[in-house]
């Protein structure tokens, strides 16, 4: 059993950052940038050594106990991501020999000949085959589970994918330690002079619903779409779904939809949102609607919570976990059940108003300190061992 009080720090860690990237965090991004400012800042007295793919943005050098390295290759192909693990991280590692190696992204360094930490964020891809690309399919199935058994720990976003992780791969569980993720600072309630201009800009003036997240097979916004169809056509409401997010890929599903739907006009798609205004959206709508089919956490959900509005989601996964007792779950191959629950979250005030009370509650779990302290005590056990 470990007693933290009594763990050693390493002096020198070195950190895959890789997805601090300029004007992209999301994600894998987002988790490393919050979670490793506040590691910085927490512990002065440790260097940390960041390992960048290309050339670095100084906002991401979060103190003076960081020291940037650069190391190439560009790793955003498979080819390109086996080279600078094994062979650029690798040799880094092997030289310079710091205390520990942390990487944010799931990928260790199977050449690296130092301790690990690994944050295993999802094992989407195990369950949804179909929709990775080939490639990325075949390196993802051949090496983590190799990078799980290399790993000194694991670091993973739920209890759920923490489970996953022990059932595919059979790790122990004490080696695995629950790091939850968090919503940034833009997401907050807003006045309702500044949700009256935003729903004005957006939505002609009307409520909406809003779903945030890239748009794929998984996230299923297919069926969320056909689902309002049915709300709309129930209730008549003048309520409008706002979209927010990239097209990522075979998103096909989605425009054979919107083709057939009889009210495809109150479906609005922005697109991709910078973070100031995306805030203002979240916390202007009357609910959020996400029901994907899959998450190892389910971040909008928590963002959701934050803005103080309601939440719907899916009853598989992490997004239970995520969203505890603050939303109503459903089945989301179900499109008339995520309509039903549509249909109650506008019919019943007082559900709605019990929901937000709830959600603050269920937001105490989460905030990007405790995830850092977590992360931290992570590699404090990893060092320890």
Known sequence: MY??????????????????????LEGIGLFTYETLKLIVRDNPDVEFYFLFDRAYDPEFIFGPNVKPVVLFP???HPFLWFWWFEVAVA???????PDLFLSTDGFASLRGQVPQVIVLHDLAFEHFKEHTP?????????????????????????????????????IKPSLIDVVYNAAKEVYK????????????????????FVY????????????????FDIFKHQTGSSKKMVIVGRMAWDYKDVDDTLAKMKHRDDVIFLGHVEPEELGRIVASAYAMVYVSLFEGFGIPIVEALSCHIPVITSNLSSMPEAAGDAAILVDPT?????????????????????LVERGQQQLK????????????QSCLKAYNK
């Open 334 to 354: 179900s499109t008339n059940d995520i309509a039903d629950a549509m249909v109650k979250i506008v019919g019943n005030k007082q559900l709605y108003n019990s």
């Open 365 to 376: 779990k989460f905030s990007w300190q405790l995830s850092a302290d977590k992360l931290w």
């Open 189 to 208: 309630p807003v006045d309702l002079e500044t949700q009256l201009q935003t729903k004005q800009r957006i939505a002609n003036g009307c409520d909406y």
């Open 134 to 170: 080939v490639i990325t399919r075949a390196y993802y199935q051949h090496y983590i589970p190799r990078f799980a058994h290399k790993a000194a720990r694991i670091a993973t976003v739920s209890q759920f994918s923490k489970s996953d992780i022990i059932k595919q791969y059979g």
């Open 74 to 76: 560009q790793a955003r």
């Open 212 to 227: 945030v997240g890239s748009i794929h097979p998984r996230k299923n916004v297919a069926r969320m779409l056909t689902a």
């Open 91 to 97: 040799n880094w590692l092997n030289k310079n020999k």
């Open 3 to 24: 007693q933290l009080s009594e763990l050693t720090k390493p002096k020198k860690i070195a950190v895959n950052v890789r997805f601090l990237i300029k004007g992209k």
